[in-house]
């Protein structure tokens, strides 16, 4: 299907899309009736693809829960954000698949804030009307920086200094994980003190102009509209 992974690149040109949905729609046609039908399908050639493919890419399988974890549900979650085109309609919050999105009041206005819940769908940013919400390439910028920071090493290089007796940590998991003692507060707080600053205007204005988002072409399955991803439930 087309690639809603907006926050990477543009959108598809509505004719590339269609051409997309036309052949996925073939495929889907291919087993979908079958089974509608009461029809066991055991076997179709994307089983084929599917099974070459997962053979492939077999090694790197303990590695993709790892960086979703790090970089879906925690980086990637906080760096967006929305622009001053935002009315505070709350569509986004309210259509969020994971319930992610908080509307918060800062001087009267309401705006989107992003919990870690969010799984980066992009859903918000394909269907905000207002093309208001984007995901800050210089955000993350300044963010990776942040987060980045050797502090565990500072301290423990003080210590040493101070402390000749003070054991020095060597293994490379501890250090990751007192890195990752710095890494969680420093990435809520620096995220809590951005929301803060996108309410200022001059701020706002450089983040948005300066993240590539503001000028991609935003995507979502023409066929499909809001109110059909809407839990019936």
Same mark, same amino acid.
């Given at each position: 299907?087309?690639?809603?992974?907006?926050?990477?690149?543009?959108?598809l040109g509505?004719?590339?899309?269609?051409?997309i949905?036309?052949r996925?729609?073939e495929?889907?046609?291919? &087993?979908?009736w079958p089974l509608?039908?009461?029809?066991?399908l055991?076997?179709?050639?994307?089983?084929?693809?599917?099974?070459?493919?997962?053979?492939?890419i &077999?090694w790197?399988?303990?590695?993709f829960?790892?960086l979703?974890?790090?970089?879906?549900?925690?980086f990637?979650?906080?760096?967006?954000f929305?622009?001053k085109d935002?009315?505070?309609?709350?569509?986004?919050a309210k259509f969020c698949?994971?319930?992610?999105?908080?509307?918060?009041?800062?001087f009267g206005k309401?705006?989107?804030f @992003?919990?870690?819940?969010?799984?980066n769908?992009?859903?918000?940013?394909?269907f905000?009307k207002k093309?208001?919400?984007?995901?800050g390439?210089?955000w993350?910028?300044?963010l990776f920086?942040?987060?980045s920071?050797?502090?565990?090493? @500072?301290?423990?290089a003080? !210590?040493?200094?101070?402390?000749?007796?003070f054991?020095?940590?060597?293994?490379? @998991?501890?250090?990751?994980? !007192?890195?990752?003692?710095?890494?969680?507060?420093?990435l809520?707080?620096?995220?809590?003190?951005? @929301?803060?600053?996108i309410h200022?205007p001059?701020i706002n204005?450089?983040?948005?102009?300066?993240t590539l988002?503001?000028?991609y072409?935003r995507f979502?399955?023409?066929a499909?509209?809001?109110?059909?991803?809407?839990?019936?439930?």
């Amino acid at each position: 299907m087309p690639s809603n992974f907006i926050n990477f690149h543009s959108g598809l040109g509505p004719g590339t899309v269609e051409k997309i949905s036309a052949r996925a729609q073939e495929k889907l046609n291919q &087993f979908l009736w079958p089974l509608i039908s009461g029809k066991k399908l055991i076997f179709t050639w994307n089983n084929v693809y599917e099974a070459i493919w997962s053979a492939l890419i &077999f090694w790197l399988v303990p590695v993709f829960p790892i960086l979703y974890l790090v970089f879906g549900r925690l980086f990637m979650a906080k760096i967006m954000f929305s622009n001053k085109d935002c009315v505070s309609c709350g569509r986004c919050a309210k259509f969020c698949s994971n319930h992610a999105i908080e509307m918060k009041s800062l001087f009267g206005k309401k705006r989107p804030f @992003w919990t870690y819940h969010c799984e980066n769908c992009l859903r918000c940013m394909g269907f905000c009307k207002k093309k208001a919400i984007e995901a800050g390439h210089s955000w993350a910028i300044v963010l990776f920086f942040i987060t980045s920071v050797p502090v565990m090493a @500072w301290i423990l290089a003080l !210590l040493n200094r101070t402390f000749d007796y003070f054991p020095k940590v060597s293994n490379h @998991w501890m250090m990751t994980l !007192l890195d990752m003692i710095y890494f969680l507060p420093a990435l809520m707080l620096s995220y809590l003190i951005f @929301w803060y600053l996108i309410h200022i205007p001059a701020i706002n204005f450089f983040f948005s102009t300066t993240t590539l988002t503001h000028y991609y072409r935003r995507f979502h399955e023409p066929a499909t509209r809001l109110k059909d991803l809407i839990n019936k439930k």
